[in-house]
């Protein structure tokens, strides 16, 4: 896709782009928005609990600084490698 080119240098820009900076901004406005849900308490039990455990996770990756370009480059510098979840951290 054109974003996903534009983000690698395929296409041409007037400065060079940083694909893992640009990951790092779509991770952050996902986590953001994770972080501040709101869930209606009628929902399924168990399922408001996952969402609210999702909600703190978030807010404490917000609050430990932890999103940041070194962490997401390494995860998306080793994903053609076929890292597994305990190696990308």
Not at 4 to 21: M, R
Not at 23 to 42: C, G, I, M, R, Y
Request: with cysteine; charged share 30%.
């Amino acid at each position: 896709d054109v974003e996903g080119g534009q983000a690698v240098n395929l296409v041409p820009a007037e400065k060079p782009q940083d694909v893992y900076t640009f990951v790092l901004n779509v991770v952050k406005k996902k986590v953001h928005a994770q972080a501040t849900a709101e869930f209606e308490e009628s929902m399924d039990p168990e399922r408001y609990a996952t969402e609210e455990k999702k909600k703190q996770l978030a807010q404490r990756l917000i609050e430990l600084d932890v999103l940041q370009r070194k962490v997401v480059k390494q995860t998306v510098m080793t994903i053609c490698y076929g890292v597994t979840r305990i190696g990308a951290f």
